[in-house]
């Protein structure tokens, strides 16, 4: 009996102590009272406690405490087989302050294509870095609506997105944005104003920013379009997974936040 007794007690103890430890590695915020833990997420995006320079240089301390993510989802391709190695690789950083969120994509291409003088023209067939942002993370169609932002980033730096009368408009005023070239290895480094759901085009009407803290969960997803030889996008692949044969199937973030993946902002 006294056997057993100890038994179930140090098996209490026991449990106790694993619990413990496990919230310990939980990440907190100590920004809120008291201490609470960070939505679960697929990218921690870090603060910068140092100003931001966009030159495509990658210098600042934040994009060494950052971790990469990778673009290595293949949503679209030509012949329905993946890309070599060298016709395209990629791989993201994102930091953020109060006043921007900061975006880093390190593109491997082998050809750099961009045949098409208007930037409203059949964008998506170029090469192009895509960023798609859901600042309140409440998932839903964004096609023709702001829920979201689908923004497509062309070589000469002009984003492109689906505005509310169903065709595509100029939103480059929404970042900065600069590149550097290193071989087929090209940076890109971006500065983005994270607007609300609110966001309007009227003229003369200031459309409300997303109020950006530690804590902050919002839904993302990371992408390029790759254009070779033929002149059109020949594979697109995305930081998310997303269900269905390759195709059309998988092309659903420009039409609805809900296939996003999830990012926090952490003061760490």
């Not at 600042?135 to 964004?142: I, L, T």
Request: proline share 4%; glycine share 8%.
């Amino acid at each position: 009996m006294i056997k057993t007794v100890f038994y179930i007690v140090s098996l209490f103890v026991m449990t106790c102590l694993i619990t413990a430890v496990a919230a310990g590695c939980s990440k907190k915020s100590s920004t809120e009272p008291g201490e609470t833990t960070l939505p679960e997420a697929d990218y921690y995006a870090p603060k910068t406690a140092t100003a931001m320079d966009i030159d495509g240089l990658a210098d600042e301390p934040v994009w060494q405490e950052a971790g990469w993510g990778l673009m290595d989802q293949l949503w679209i391709s030509f012949d329905g087989l993946p890309a070599s190695a060298s016709d395209f690789t990629g791989r993201y950083k994102i930091a953020w302050d109060e006043n921007k969120l900061y975006l880093l994509f390190e593109i491997t291409d082998d050809l750099y294509s961009d045949r098409r003088a208007n930037p409203l023209t059949q964008y998506w067939e170029d090469d192009c870095v895509e960023f798609f942002i859901d600042e309140d993370a409440s998932g839903g169609d964004h096609t023709y609506n702001f829920n979201a932002f689908a923004y497509h980033v062309a070589l000469d730096y002009q984003a492109v997105d689906l505005g509310t009368d169903g065709s595509p408009h100029l939103y480059t005023d929404h970042m900065t944005v600069f590149r550097t070239n290193q071989g087929t290895k090209t940076t890109w480094e971006m500065a983005l104003t994270v607007f609300t759901s609110a966001y309007t085009d009227v003229m003369g009407v200031n459309s409300p920013k997303a109020v950006l803290k530690h804590g902050k969960l919002m839904g993302y997803l990371c992408a390029y379009c790759d254009s070779d030889a033929s002149g059109n996008r020949e594979h697109f692949y995305g930081s998310n997974y997303i269900p269905g044969p390759v195709g059309e199937a998988r092309n659903l973030g420009w039409q609805t936040a809900s296939v996003f993946g999830r990012l926090v902002l952490t003061e760490e």
